[in-house]
C-alpha cells in the first residue's frame, strides 16, 4: 500500500493536536504527516485577554512549533497560497506543491476591522498581539469616562471572551480608584447577554451587582471617531470615551480564494463527519468551519480527536464511526480573582 499524504494546514490548537494524534495512530510505512504553518511559532490567543491589563507581554503566550509536534510530523514553514481540490495539492508562494490524499484545514478565523466603518479609527480590541498591546497604553492613559464594550458581528473567537474583559476592567478600574468616575456599558447583539441561555443567567446579576450597564440587540453598524459615537443596525447610537469591540471575523483568505469557503469564507463542514461537505477527503476543523459552536481551542479539541479517528480507521482499512457531538467548554473570568 502506498503511504498516504495527509497535510495539515495551519499550526494552531487544533492543526497540532491533530497532527500528533495522526502520528500516534498510523505508522510512517502508513501516512507521511506533513503540517504547513506561516510562521512556526504557536500562539495561545487567550493570554492576549491580560495583555491590556499589564499580564505577562505578548510573547509570553508564544511557542516555538516545532517543540509542540511530533518527531514524525514534518513542519514546513511558509504562506500556503492556494488549495487546489481536485488536484490534491496545496500551494505555497514559492511555487513548491505538496500533494495530499487528505487535507484539514485549520486556518482559524481572519479579522476584518474595515467591514465595520470607522473600525480602525475609533475602536480597540484584545484580539491580536498587537492590538492588545495598544489598548495597554490606552488603559493606561484612561483617566474616566464611558466605556463601552461589545463585539462588532458573529461568529467570533472565544465567545466569553468580551464579558471576561468587562470583568476585569471594571475589577481593574476600581484597583485604580477610577470605578466611580466611569460608566461601563456592556453591548450585545441578541436579547440576552450571552448566547448561552444558562451563562446569560449567572453573569446578568453580577454584571448588576457591579453597576456594569447592558445594552440588548445592539449590532454595531458604523463608528464616528470624530463625535466618538457607535451606532447599531438597530438604530441606536451610544456615545464613548474608550470602545472595545471585537471586531468581526472572516475565514481564511486562502479559503476563499480557493473557492472553498461560503461568503464570509467558513468551510461548508458536516456537522458529525467534519468532512467538507463536497470534498470528503478535506476536514474542516476549528474556528475555520461553519459549524454552530463556539470558536474556541476547546471545540478544537474535540474535533481534532474525531478527525484523527475517522482518517486512520479509513487509511488502516477498519472505518470508524466516530462523530463530533457538538462539544465544546469555556472557562469564564469573572474578575477579583474568581472565574467559573
Known amino acids: 500500500m502506498a503511504v498516504k499524504q495527509i497535510v495539515v494546514l495551519g499550526g494552531g490548537v487544533g492543526g497540532t493536536l491533530v497532527a500528533n494524534l495522526l502520528t500516534g495512530q498510523l505508522t510512517r510505512k502508513q501516512a507521511q504527516i506533513t503540517l504547513i504553518d506561516r510562521t512556526g511559532k504557536h500562539v495561545y490567543q487567550p493570554g492576549w485577554l491580560y495583555v491590556p491589563f499589564g499580564g505577562a507581554p505578548p510573547e509570553r503566550w508564544e511557542r516555538n512549533e516545532r517543540s509542540l509536534l511530533r518527531r514524525s510530523v514534518d513542519l514546513v514553514i511558509g504562506d500556503a497560497v492556494r488549495i487546489e481540490p481536485n488536484e490534491r495539492y496545496v500551494e505555497m508562494a514559492d511555487g513548491a506543491q505538496l500533494p495530499f490524499d487528505y487535507l484539514i484545514i485549520s486556518t482559524g478565523a481572519r479579522l476584518d476591522p474595515d467591514a465595520v466603518p470607522g473600525y480602525r479609527e475609533g475602536a480597540h480590541h484584545f484580539y491580536s498581539a498587537e492590538a492588545a498591546l495598544r489598548l495597554h497604553a490606552a488603559l493606561r492613559e484612561f483617566t ?11 461568529p467570533y473567537k472565544c465567545p466569553p471572551a468580551p464579558l471576561e474583559f468587562t470583568f476585569l476592567l471594571e475589577d481593574e478600574l476600581r484597583k485604580r480608584g477610577l470605578r466611580e468616575k466611569t460608566e461601563i456599558t456592556y453591548l450585545s447583539p441578541i436579547g440576552r447577554v450571552f448566547t448561552i441561555e444558562s451563562v446569560a443567567t449567572f453573569v446578568t446579576p453580577m454584571l448588576e451587582e457591579r453597576g456594569i450597564n447592558y445594552e440588548l440587540f445592539f449590532n454595531p453598524e458604523s463608528i464616528d ?19 472595545v469591540l471585537v471586531p468581526p471575523h472572516r475565514g481564511a483568505k486562502i479559503v476563499m480564494d480557493s473557492g472553498l469557503g461560503d461568503g464570509q469564507g467558513w468551510l461548508p463542514t458536516d456537522r458529525e463527519t467534519l468532512q467538507h461537505k463536497q470534498f ?53 473570568e469573572t474578575g477579583r480573582g474568581q472565574a467559573t
Do not use: N, W
Open 144 to 154: 474616566g469616562g464611558k466605556v463601552v464594550i461589545g463585539v462588532a458581528d458573529i
Open 280 to 332: 470528503p477527503y478535506i476536514y474542516g476543523l476549528g474556528d475555520a468551519t461553519d459549524l454552530p459552536v463556539s470558536k474556541s481551542g476547546a471545540a478544537a479539541h474535540f474535533e481534532a480527536k474525531v478527525i484523527a479517528h475517522r482518517i486512520a480507521g479509513e487509511i488502516k482499512g477498519k472505518p470508524s464511526d466516530e462523530r463530533y457531538q457538538g462539544q465544546v467548554m469555556c472557562f469564564l
Open 225 to 243: 471617531p470624530v463625535e466618538r459615537t457607535v451606532s447599531s443596525l438597530e438604530g441606536t447610537t451610544l456615545p464613548y470615551d474608550l470602545l
